[in-house]
């Protein structure tokens, strides 16, 4: 849904992570985007440790989504269809494919989770993860594979200007790119 929204399933494609156990959802350079979904009115959602704290040089950016559940709403195969549209005929295809059968979604008969676009659209919230509430340190020697809860109502999200800022630097090896948030 977000991939839709904001520019496009092919604009975030060539970024969007290669394996479905990637640490971030979206990664260029130095700079990462993870997306996070809730059905909880709250918007609260678990992060690994590395997901949510930078190491120098490094930007974080979380795209929350609140999503309500409606039977007749927009599915998440009607989100596949959509996407593999977009990508037929690129190289990001195969990793789309190889999604969706990981997710269990390639049989076309099988619609997924369903939700209120309208809603989902409305609560699109953007956050930088220095701004949301996390220990601020790297794990300790001897500790990994920390994780936790995030209330992000406690950070401050982004203005349309300030992801727009942030979206054209993501992109800026991109020569010619058009940013519509």
């Avoid at 919230?125 to 994780?147: L, N, Y």
Wanted: charged share 25%.
């Amino acid at each position: 849904f977000m991939m839709q929204k904001i520019n496009g399933f092919r604009f975030w494609a060539p970024w969007w992570h290669g394996s479905v156990t990637g640490l971030f959802d979206f990664s260029s350079n130095r700079k990462h985007i993870e997306v996070k979904t809730t059905l909880a009115p709250q918007r609260i959602h678990h992060f690994s440790h590395k997901q949510i704290w930078e190491p120098e040089g490094e930007e974080i950016l979380i795209a929350s989504l609140i999503l309500q559940k409606d039977p007749s709403g927009l599915s998440l195969r009607e989100l596949i269809d959509r996407c593999r549209t977009a990508l037929q005929g690129t190289p990001d295809y195969l990793k789309l494919e190889f999604a969706v059968r990981y997710a269990g979604m390639n049989d076309e008969s099988i619609l997924g989770p369903q939700f209120e676009p309208t809603k989902a659209d409305r609560d699109l919230s953007w956050f930088k993860a220095t701004d949301a509430p996390h220990f601020r340190m790297p794990e300790p020697e001897g500790v990994s594979e920390t994780s936790y809860r995030v209330d992000l109502t406690k950070a401050t999200p982004l203005s349309p200007e300030e992801l727009k800022n942030w979206l054209v630097g993501w992109a800026s090896s991109i020569t010619e790119t058009k940013i519509a948030v």
